[in-house]
């Protein structure tokens, strides 16, 4: 998810889903940590015709097309905790297959086993980085 339908989302959470719900949009994104960007954030959002302004400075709106594209947006959400737990099963298996790798290295020391070695400790640190992603 992009950080345009990220910070929508949020501000369909918080407005209960309607369009009569007013946003104070410079809190969501300080919260966030999308502060700096407040301008382009919320140009491209209303732009997009998914939120408008309201008469008080940062505070907006969802648009009937806002409220339509993040329930889109949340139901193409996977599930953070299934995807974490996946991740981690991976983690598990590729370190004891490393392990074994590595015992193996031990007992003949070969150009080819290192490179082995080499490939199952980048596959461990992907796995690990997309985990480390999704907490």
Same mark, same amino acid.
């Given at each position: 998810m992009d950080v345009y339908h990220k910070i929508l989302t949020k501000i369909y959470e918080l407005a209960d889903g309607r369009e009569t719900i007013e946003v104070d949009? @410079?809190? $969501?994104l300080k919260r966030e940590g999308?502060?700096?960007?407040?301008d382009s954030i919320s140009g491209h959002l209303i732009t997009e015709g998914w939120m408008t302004e309201t008469p008080?400075?940062?505070f907006v709106k969802l648009t009937h097309w806002g409220i339509a594209e993040s329930k @889109?947006? $949340?139901s193409q959400t996977p599930d953070m905790g299934n995807a974490i737990?996946?991740?981690t099963n991976r983690l598990i298996a590729d370190s004891r297959e490393f392990a074994i790798m590595l015992e193996e290295f031990?007992?003949?020391n070969s150009a080819?086993?290192?490179k082995s070695i080499e490939k199952s400790f980048s596959q461990?640190?992907?796995?690990f980085e997309k985990i480390k992603a999704n907490l």
């Open positions: 949009l @410079k809190e $969501l999308f502060f700096p960007s407040i008080r400075r940062h @889109k947006a $949340l737990t996946k991740d031990a007992a003949d080819d086993k290192f461990i640190k992907t796995t």
